[in-house]
Structures are given as C-alpha cells and as structure tokens.
C-alpha cells in the first residue's frame, strides 16, 4: 500500500514488476555504457559518471564529452543520450515491433515483385 495524496492505495504485482523492469533496464544499460567508455581508457568512475548524465541527460560532464572526443566515445554517449530523452521502454518496445513486423513487410514486398 502507498499514499496517494489524502487515500491510500494499494499496489498491485504487475505495477511492481514494470517498476522492476524499468529500473533492472536502466541498471543494464548504464552498466553497458559505463563499460563501453571505460573499454575506450577512461577510468570506470569518469566513465560511470559521464555516460549517467548521457542516459539522464542532465548535460555534466567530466571532460569525456568534448569536440574532438574519438568518434566511438561520441557514439556511445550519442547512444545514451537518444535511450534517455525518449525513454528505454519505448526505445526497446520499437525495436520489438520492428523485429516482429519486417518479416511480414520483406513478404509483402516479395509478394508484390512476383
């Protein structure tokens, strides 16, 4: 149960695991990134530190993030930042629907070859 202004509510089981999801889905991706700019030689708390503020995009910055960072470093932080502004769900639900629709949308376009 949680308050919710002047009532109570109760919380149910699959509000727990979407809640669960999403903080598991952040986690991993922060974890992937942090390791993919230390994999480019920065240390693990820079990199830990920089590529958060990407997925959150709060704009800090410990000097990784700069003009003439190399163009992987740029990448991946491009990456967190594109995962942060429009959310990992709907990133990831997207990429779902395109896995599951482009074999039907291949068909359809051999079909009309034929």
Do not use: C
């Not at 530190?49 to 700069?66: D, N, P």
Request: charged share 15%.
């Amino acid at each position: 149960e949680m308050w919710r202004g002047q009532e109570r509510q109760v919380v149910s089981d699959s509000l727990v695991r979407q809640v669960a999801v999403f903080v598991l889905m952040f986690l991993g991706v922060l974890v992937a990134g942090s390791a993919l700019l230390a994999a480019q030689g920065y240390s693990l708390v820079d990199s830990l530190l920089e590529f958060g503020t990407a997925l959150g995009t709060t704009g800090l910055s410990v000097g990784i993030t700069r003009p003439d960072a190399p163009a992987a470093v740029l990448w991946i932080l491009g990456t967190g930042m594109f995962l942060g502004r429009l959310e990992i769900f709907a990133v990831v639900i997207g990429f779902i629907r395109l896995a599951t629709d482009l074999p039907l949308l291949i068909q359809s376009a051999v079909r009309r070859r034929e």
